[in-house]
């Protein structure tokens, strides 16, 4: 089993299910509590527009956080809440996990691990624009460089979501091509290790 040891000293490690920290958010392995906040968030049509095109139900959330144990377990690493910490209420979520090809989660998650990682993001509208999204990535990028020596980490999204290639721009990730991810064809990014510890 991959054991993922945070360096960072603000961050500690529960049976490999790690918890980090930013300077404005918490960053918490997500379980069965989350499920309130990340309904709200992922029944807005405009949260979802370019992920899955449509707002979530609460059982396809609900649904979705169990698949999110599974790989935690598998890979101790995967999707994370973003928790605002004065409020305690839910501003995102982002994740480090293998990529996968197919749009369904397979039953054997091992069978993944040859995937490079990758890097996602999504927020409640009422945190767009604070840079929190950016924030949480490069805490996110960090854990896997550092934590898990990750060669590489890419991310892909719709040719569209100009906001998600910002946030790809600032990680220092650059367009390496059209890919099949997630059974889409997207435009697909990538920052080595390398490159991110020269900047
Ligand atoms: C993508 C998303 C997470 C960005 O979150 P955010 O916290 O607002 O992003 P940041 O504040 O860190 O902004 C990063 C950059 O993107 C820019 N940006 C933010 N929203 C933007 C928008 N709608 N259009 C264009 N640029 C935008 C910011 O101005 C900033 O650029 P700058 O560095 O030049 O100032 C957020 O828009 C979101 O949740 N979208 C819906 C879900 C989604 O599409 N997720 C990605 C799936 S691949």
Same mark, same amino acid.
């Given at each position: 089993?991959l054991?993922?040891?945070?360096?960072?000293?603000?961050?500690?490690?529960?049976?490999?299910?790690?918890?980090?920290?930013?300077?404005?958010l918490?960053?918490?392995?997500?379980?069965?509590?989350?499920?309130?906040?990340?309904?709200?968030?992922?029944?807005?049509?405009?949260?979802?527009?370019?992920?899955?095109?449509?707002?979530?139900?609460?059982?396809q959330?609900?649904?979705?956080?169990?698949?999110?144990?599974?790989?935690?377990?598998?890979?101790?690493?995967?999707?994370?809440?973003?928790?605002?910490?004065?409020?305690?209420?839910?501003?995102?979520?982002?994740?480090?996990? =293998?990529a996968?090809?197919?749009?369904?989660?397979?039953?054997?998650?091992?069978?993944?691990?040859?995937?490079?990682?990758?890097?996602?993001?999504?927020?409640?509208?009422?945190?767009?624009?604070?840079?929190?999204?950016?924030?949480?990535?490069?805490?996110?990028?960090?854990?896997?460089?550092?934590?898990?020596?990750?060669?590489?980490?890419?991310?892909?999204?719709?040719?569209?979501?100009?906001?998600?290639?910002?946030?790809?721009?600032?990680?220092?990730?650059?367009?390496?091509?059209?890919?099949?991810? =997630?059974?889409?064809?997207?435009?697909? =990014?990538?920052?080595?290790?390398?490159?991110?510890?020269?900047?």
């Open positions: 089993m054991l993922a040891a945070c360096s960072c000293s603000c961050c500690r490690q529960r049976n490999a299910l790690t918890i980090l920290h930013t300077t404005r918490l960053l918490e392995p997500i379980a069965e509590q989350h499920l309130d906040g990340l309904y709200a968030m992922d029944q807005i049509p405009e949260v979802m527009r370019y992920i899955s095109g449509k707002p979530a139900t609460r059982e959330t609900a649904a979705w956080i169990a698949g999110v144990q599974r790989c935690w377990a598998a890979w101790s690493t995967s999707w994370w809440a973003f928790i605002e910490p004065a409020s305690g209420r839910i501003a995102g979520a982002g994740c480090i996990q =293998y996968r090809r197919e749009a369904a989660l397979p039953a054997d998650l091992e069978s993944l691990r040859h995937n490079p990682l990758e890097i996602g993001w999504r927020l409640h509208p009422d945190f767009w624009r604070r840079g929190l999204a950016s924030e949480a990535a490069r805490r996110m990028t960090a854990f896997a460089f550092d934590s898990l020596a990750a060669p590489e980490l890419i991310a892909s999204c719709h040719p569209n979501n100009a906001a998600s290639i910002r946030v790809m721009d600032r990680l220092g990730m650059q367009f390496r091509g059209i890919e099949i991810w =997630y059974g889409e064809a997207s435009p697909t =990014y990538m920052v080595s290790r390398e490159n991110w510890r020269q900047s």
